[in-house]
């Protein structure tokens, strides 16, 4: 079973910037498509972004576009989320995510154990 790990959550003021990264334990088909999904206090998980391997095709929810970029290191299986600008309603868990096709209402089957970002303001 594929595992990924997540890391680069913390605590920021509004306007500053966290890179998330997310790697998984082995390239399969089943990775060739990685994304971010997150959940803040009492909402419902949501969508953020998703990367294609070849990182020819990328897609964000409409809050982050803009300020958040993801990409893709194929050669270590790693996606990142660079988030600048960050404003309070970013505040979530943000959980790396892959496995199958992805969209915004079903997800792919491989989830990382999920990272926290607050961002105060």
């Known amino acids: 079973q594929v595992q990924l790990v997540e890391s680069g959550g913390g605590l920021v003021q509004a306007g500053g910037s966290l890179r998330l990264s997310c790697q998984a334990s082995?390239?399969?088909?089943?990775?060739?498509?990685m994304g971010w999904f997150r959940q803040g206090p009492g909402k419902e998980r949501e969508f953020v972004a998703v990367?294609?391997?070849?990182?020819?095709?990328?897609h964000y929810r409409d809050s982050v576009k803009g300020r958040f970029t993801i990409s893709r290191d194929d050669a270590t299986n790693t996606v990142y989320l660079q988030m600048n600008n960050l404003v309070p309603e970013d505040t979530a868990v943000y959980y790396c995510?892959?496995?199958?096709?992805?969209?915004?209402?079903?997800?792919?089957?491989?989830w990382g154990q999920g990272t926290q970002v607050t961002v105060s303001s």
């Open positions: 082995e390239r399969t088909f089943r990775t060739d498509v």
């Open positions: 995510n892959s496995g199958g096709p992805i969209t915004p209402q079903r997800p792919g089957v491989y």
């Open positions: 990367i294609y391997r070849n990182g020819g095709y990328t």
